[in-house]
Nanobody
Framework: VQLQAFGGGLVQPGGSLGLACTAF????????VTWYRQAPGKGRELVAS???????NYADSVKGRFTMSRDDAKNTRYLQMNNLKPDDTGVYYC?????????????WGQGTLVTVSS
């Protein structure tokens, strides 16, 4: 199983970006997924999470601006980011509990860079 994050890029303040976290391989199901980010010179912080039951939690700093969603058929979880701010700049990582032919395991995606700048 490989977990990959897609969708980073450069956007102006107030703009939007969508990220995707997809599990590839002999995936039976993708369950709880968490998005983290790490700004330059700072530690990794939790941005949003979705449980296998669909319960979603957001960091206070992104509530009302970021939205997580799911597509089980594509083994993918999405993070839609609106009204982006310079403080949202960082490398975004997804972490997922994946059930596969090898059993249940937790995986990290490779990270995707989001830069919010004018």
């Amino acid at each position: 199983v490989q977990l990959q994050a897609f969708g980073g890029g450069l956007v102006q303040p107030g703009g939007s970006l969508g990220l995707a976290c997809t599990a590839f391989g002999q995936v039976i199901s993708i369950n709880a997924v968490t998005w983290y980010r790490q700004a330059p010179g700072k530690g990794r912080e939790l941005v949003a999470s979705i449980s296998s039951e669909g319960r979603i939690n957001y960091a206070d700093s992104v509530k009302g601006r970021f939205t997580m969603s799911r597509d089980d058929a594509k083994n993918t979880r999405y993070l839609q980011m609106n009204n982006l701010k310079p403080d949202d700049t960082g490398v975004y990582y997804c972490n997922a509990d994946v059930a596969s032919g090898a059993g249940p395991n937790r995986y990290w995606g490779q990270g995707t860079l989001v830069t919010v700048s004018s």
